[in-house]
């Protein structure tokens, strides 16, 4: 008996080692891709006297729009009237949030399946992983510098379709007043896919038909990389958006940085 309390004591000091050792300030991660529903998941945490004192559960959508807490909370993601849920998502994302409020240690929560479901958590039946994953990502990436931005989400679309047929938006998510995620891409005038998503199945073809270096989508997380590795600086431009400073992207670029000062502004 006393050698299994040693070893459960052992445990613990273990389990808890990761919790309380943070500096203070926000700290942000977000998942490398869209899934399959369209989503991209991030966290946003803020730490005070070494403890998480507020926990962010959010997403953003290839498509655009708003966040999916936004969308969830306006009734707009109907897990309850169509899928038999047993609350909406932004309702059970609270809860998970709540619990690692109390625990203060992504790494205390256990899964009863790889989609990464579990029995910890009161009136939660979405999968939580990404969550507690992404909340020990931003952890251990440290602090977000500060910036000079509102927090939140934001975006803003071209106002006309171009002569391509397409038509550019962005998406940018602030933290701690620095742009910390964006997402770039294009709506076509005769709907369907995304630019990003088209790109991604092969239905828009820039290297096998124009000779491109790469594919747009390609192209395009190089352009959001820069982006946000020089926020605020934009690169010289040629006359129709092209520019020799981002190595790996020859489309036009322009966009992306017209549509952040659109956004942002005043922010």
């Known amino acids: 008996m006393k050698k299994f309390i040693a070893i459960l004591a052992a445990l613990t000091v273990a389990a808890s080692a990761f919790a309380?050792?943070?500096?203070?300030?926000?700290?942000?991660?977000?998942?490398?891709?869209?899934?399959?529903?369209?989503?991209?998941?991030?966290?946003?945490?803020?730490?005070?006297?070494?403890?998480?004192?507020?926990?962010?559960?959010?997403?953003?959508?290839?498509?655009?729009g708003p966040d999916k807490k936004t969308v969830s909370k306006a009734g707009n993601y109907p897990m309850v009237e169509r899928g038999g849920a047993q609350s909406d998502w932004h309702v059970q994302a609270e809860k998970a949030e709540a619990y690692l409020l109390r625990t203060q240690d992504p790494t205390r929560i256990s899964y009863k399946d790889d989609e990464g479901h579990t029995d910890a958590i009161s009136g939660v039946s979405i999968h939580v992983i990404e969550f507690f994953s992404l909340a020990e990502k931003a952890l251990e990436s440290g602090p977000v510098a500060r910036g000079r931005y509102q927090d939140g989400y934001?975006?803003?679309?071209?106002?006309?379709?171009?002569?391509?047929?397409?038509?550019?938006?962005?998406?940018?998510?602030?933290?701690?007043?620095t742009v910390v995620q964006v997402n770039w891409n294009g709506i076509n005038k005769d709907g369907g896919d995304t630019k990003k998503v088209a790109s991604k199945a092969g239905n828009y073809p820039m290297v096998e038909r124009g000779g491109g270096q790469s594919d747009w989508h390609v192209q395009a997380a190089i352009v959001e990389d820069y982006f946000l590795a020089n926020p605020g600086r934009a690169p010289r431009f040629t006359d129709d958006g092209h520019t020799d400073a981002i190595a790996g992207a020859s489309v036009s670029v322009e966009s992306i940085f017209k549509l952040a000062d659109e956004a942002l502004r005043r922010r």
């Open 20 to 64: 309380g050792s943070w500096a203070d300030g926000q700290y942000f991660a977000q998942e490398d891709e869209f899934a399959g529903n369209g989503w991209k998941y991030n966290v946003t945490l803020t730490v005070e006297n070494g403890r998480i004192t507020e926990a962010k559960w959010n997403g953003t959508n290839v498509a655009g």
């Open 154 to 177: 934001y975006q803003a679309e071209e106002s006309q379709f171009a002569g391509s047929g397409w038509k550019y938006f962005a998406q940018y998510t602030v933290v701690n007043g």
